[in-house]
């Protein structure tokens, strides 16, 4: 539940009612609710700004996830699968982008006006397998460019992983990264 609240917010709300409070203490000469209006509301209410200012917002799902595919995912679902989806579906602070750093290391972000903006993430079943899919926004990085990444984004987003790059729609490029759970011979 904490994942899906901003801090910012939070810290604003509270700093807010805890500086009015002590306004209103200080109006009406009450000593003690002056000073913890004060000291608590104040810092409370710019440390709110501060993470405000600096917020990303979760990435939504586009597509609700089926009780049979969370299955799957508890079954295949990689220690890397996991932690995107859960790292891209919270708010994050002090970050310009979700996966701003695994693009740049992939070489699929020459500059930051030019780096594709994740938009949304789905969960299904690919052929029995679980894979988690993310669609970005990619304007001027082209479908070839990823293509010829897809040997690297393997080698960083594995083990047990395989990539499958598509594009849907003009600009728009769907990166599935597909479990291959290991069968028993």
């Given amino acids: 539940m904490l994942r899906q609240t901003s801090l910012g917010t939070l810290g604003l ?22 000073l913890a209006g004060f000291f608590y509301g104040i810092p409370l209410l710019l440390g709110g700004l501060a993470l405000k200012a600096g917020e990303l917002k979760p990435i939504p799902y586009t597509q609700p996830t089926s009780p049979e595919v969370a299955a799957l995912r508890d079954r295949q679902a990689t220690v890397t699968q996991n932690q995107i ?27 930051e006006q030019e780096r594709p903006v994740l938009q949304g993430i789905w969960e299904t079943n690919v052929n029995g397998d679980y894979a988690l899919l993310l669609q970005f926004d990619s304007p001027f990085i082209t479908l070839e460019t990823w293509q010829q990444k897809r040997e690297k984004m393997e080698k960083f987003f594995g083990p047990d992983l395989r990539v499958e790059i598509t594009q849907p ?7 599935a990264l597909i479990a291959t759970p290991k069968t028993d011979a």
């Fill in 85 to 111: 989806r859960l790292d891209v579906t919270r708010y994050r602070y002090g970050q310009s982008a979700h996966l701003d750093s695994s693009l740049q290391h992939l070489g699929l972000r020459p500059t």
């Fill in 169 to 175: 729609a003009d600009q728009k490029i769907e990166l």
């Fill in 13 to 34: 709300w509270i700093g807010g009612v805890l500086t009015i409070v002590g306004v209103a203490a200080y109006i009406t000469d009450n000593a003690t609710l002056n």
